[in-house]
């Protein structure tokens, strides 16, 4: 059975950082790409960062330059840090794991929710 456990969400000052986390289990994901997806009220959920098996990455404009996301393949766990956080950062975060040769083969978190504010 598929478990995916994140961490790291919660309230943070603008200009402040966070450490997401989520870890993987009940599954071999070596094949699997691993990502952050965002969605705030009324807007659609959008593609934060993500990385390859191999370590490809790729980031949001609106994040990049500030967010750095990793993974550690031996633990099927991958973070995402951020760093000078905004306001408009402000959403539910996902974490999401997808199979690179079978892309409906998909495992989503159950969200983890960051407000950025003072």
């Known amino acids: 059975q598929v478990q995916l456990v994140e961490s790291g969400g919660g309230l943070v000052q603008p200009g402040g950082s966070l450490r997401l986390s989520c870890a993987a289990s009940g599954s071999d994901f070596s094949l699997y790409a691993m990502g952050w997806y965002r969605q705030a009220p009324g807007k659609q959920r959008e593609l934060v960062a993500a990385?390859?098996?191999?370590?490809?990455?790729n980031y949001a404009d609106s994040v990049k330059g500030r967010s750095t996301i990793s993974r550690d393949n031996a633990k099927n766990t991958v973070n995402l840090q951020m760093n000078s956080l905004k306001p408009e950062d402000t959403a539910v975060y996902y974490c999401?794991?997808?199979?690179?040769?079978?892309?409906?083969?998909?495992?989503w978190g159950q969200g983890t929710q960051v407000t950025v504010s003072s």
């Open positions: 999401n794991l997808r199979h690179v040769l079978l892309p409906t083969r998909s495992y």
């Open positions: 990385v390859t098996s191999s370590g490809s990455t």
